[in-house]
Structure formats: C-alpha cells, structure tokens
C-alpha cells in the first residue's frame, strides 16, 4: 500500500527535517511552501497558504500524489510568526496570520481529507504558545490556541474514520523562525536553549521524530504532545 506525507513548510526547520525522516521511512513526501524543500526526492508544490486560493491550489497538486486506498500523513507545520503585542496588532496582521496558520489547515484538511483512507493522520505542529502565552507574540500566540482547538475538533469530527490526529508542541526550536524572532542574537538563543531541563535547545530532528511517531501511533488519537526537553517554570 502506498505511503504518502503531505507537509506544509518543509522548504526549512522542522518541516525539512520530518521530510527526510519520512523519506528515510519509505514514503513520499509532499512538501507545500514557497519554496523548495532541500530533501533530495521531495516532491514540490509551490504555493502561498497566505490565501484561500494558494491553499485550495496546493491541496489540489498534492492530491494528486495520493494512491487510492494509500494511508496519508497530513503534517500542518508552515507558520507566520509576526512580533506584535495588544497594545498594536493590527487586524490586518492577525488576519494575516491566521490566514497562514489556522485558515490554511481548514482549506487543506477539507480538501485532503476525502482523499485520506483508514491509517492516515492529522498531526498538527503546535508551540508551547498553543496552551500559554508570551509578551510580544500576541498574533502568534492566538493562532496556536485557535490550532489546539482545530486538533480537538479535527479528532471529534474524524469519529470512527479510523483517521486519528495530534498536536506536536515544539520548545524552543534551532530553526529560522526562532532565530528571525530573536533578531539574529546569538547569546539570546544560547540563553533561551538553557531554559528546559537539558540546556539546549531542541533540534529539528528530534521534532521531526515525534511527528512521524505521532502519525505512526494511533493511539494518541487527540493528544497534546510537549516536545520541549521539560521546560522551566518561572
Ligand atoms: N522554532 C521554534 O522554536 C518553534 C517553537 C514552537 C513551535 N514551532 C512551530 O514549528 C513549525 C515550523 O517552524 P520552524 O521553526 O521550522 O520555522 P521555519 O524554519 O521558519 O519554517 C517555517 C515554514 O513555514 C512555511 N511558510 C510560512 N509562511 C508560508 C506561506 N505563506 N505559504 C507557504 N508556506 C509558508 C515556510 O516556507 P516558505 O518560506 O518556503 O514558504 C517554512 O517552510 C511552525 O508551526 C512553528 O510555529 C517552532
């Protein structure tokens, strides 16, 4: 039976990761971006999730990739992260971001999801910001609650679809994205990493490994997994 990964962003970080690890694990992969992704053997949908119509578009191209009666693992990883707060978030920019980060997933999971058989998964790429928040994040932050709920919503609505789903709650991550949010500061990622209980930051492989354990274990069917090394508590 044929295998397929569909992931969003993994034209970097932790999408690039789990598409090496889900090439390595025999499947296809998918990956939905902008831009390419480095995976040699990965197959390339070029799109913006920023609108209906790129979201709509790439569901179509990746649907393609998917053999009738094949198991799929849906992996919604691309994100927008802005630098905001309450006191100047602008709805433009929340609307920007949830279009990337909540409205895309919709689009690609009522579209894909009819293609999906028994055995396939959603498994959703959440943040520790999807359960608390921080100052400065303020767009961000709603979105990754607005995914916890989606994930919760997904798993009711899937009922006896044998399609399970998941939230996978990443800690401070080595990729683009933490390093753009920090502007650049190498010290501050440094400190940043030495805030959980091993000293370091998590890598985009080990994330990489807990999606593809996630899609592997139907058991968790609904879970919220932290993926953060243990984080400290201040
Ligand atoms: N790094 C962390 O510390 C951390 C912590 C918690 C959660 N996370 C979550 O982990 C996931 C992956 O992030 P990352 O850290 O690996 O960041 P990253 O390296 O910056 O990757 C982000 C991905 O999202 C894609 N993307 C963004 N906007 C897009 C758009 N409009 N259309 C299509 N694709 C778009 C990017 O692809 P293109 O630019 O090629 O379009 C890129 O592949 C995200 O959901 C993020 O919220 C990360």
Request: with cysteine; hydrophobic share 40%; glycine share 10%.
């Amino acid at each position: 039976m044929s295998k397929t990964a569909i992931i969003s962003g993994a034209s970097s970080g932790i999408g690039a990761a789990t598409a090496r690890k889900f090439i390595e694990l025999g499947y296809s992969v998918v990956n939905i971006a902008r831009r390419e992704s480095p995976v040699d053997g990965v197959i390339n949908v070029g799109a913006d999730l920023s609108t209906e119509e790129g979201a709509s578009y790439a569901a179509a191209q990746a649907a393609e990739n998917i053999s009738p009666g094949g198991t799929v693992a849906l992996v919604h990883n691309a994100s927008l992260m802005l630098k905001d707060s309450v006191h100047d978030c602008s709805n433009v920019d929340l609307m920007r971001v949830l279009a990337v980060n909540v409205g895309a997933v919709n689009t690609l999971n009522r579209e894909l999801l009819p293609c999906m058989s028994a055995g396939s998964s959603v498994i959703y790429v959440g943040s520790t910001l999807s359960e608390k928040a921080v100052a400065g994040a303020h767009s961000y932050v709603i979105s990754k609650h607005a995914q916890l709920g989606q994930m919760r919503a997904t798993c009711q609505d899937l009922m006896g679809s044998q399609i399970h789903t998941a939230m996978i709650c990443p800690g401070f991550t080595d990729t683009e994205m933490l390093k753009q949010h920090l502007g650049g500061d190498a010290e501050l990622m440094h400190e940043i990493g030495s805030q959980n209980g091993f000293g370091r930051l998590v890598t985009p492989e080990e994330i990489a490994g807990a999606i593809t354990w996630a899609h592997q274990s139907p058991v968790i069917n609904g879970s919220v997994i932290h993926a953060n090394l243990g984080q400290i508590e201040r």
